[in-house]
């Protein structure tokens, strides 16, 4: 069993910054695996970035340049630097661990851009 917690969130004008942190716990995880998604309301979760197995990090196309996903192995915890945010960054920031033989969330974290 895994356990994700995240924090960080919060309300931030556009053009502002956060970091958000997942700290994971449990039994038989791996950083690589570990992930950050996002979904809005109205919209289906989409991937924010995600360390894989083998390779470099992966973002997505709307957050690449802006965002930074990060870890601190020692500290099992994975962070989420968000810079020149904007309103359509808005939503609910999940921490993920997915291997091929587990999925786990976080319970997520509130992310409001807005003047």
């Known amino acids: 069993q895994v356990q994700l917690v995240e924090s960080g969130g919060g309300l931030v004008q556009p053009g502002g910054s956060l970091r958000l942190s997942c700290a994971a716990s449990g039994r038989g995880f791996s950083m690589n695996g570990m992930g950050w998604y996002r979904q809005a309301p109205g919209k289906e979760r989409e991937l924010v970035a995600r360390i894989p197995t083998f390779g470099n990090t992966n973002y997505g196309d709307s957050v690449k340049g802006r965002f930074t996903m990060s870890r601190d192995n020692a500290k099992n915890t994975v962070y989420l630097r968000m810079n020149s945010l904007k309103p359509e960054d808005t939503g609910v920031y999940y921490c993920?661990?997915?291997?091929?033989?587990?999925?786990?969330w976080g319970q997520g974290t509130q992310v409001t851009v807005s003047s």
């Open positions: 993920n661990y997915n291997s091929p033989t587990a999925n786990y």
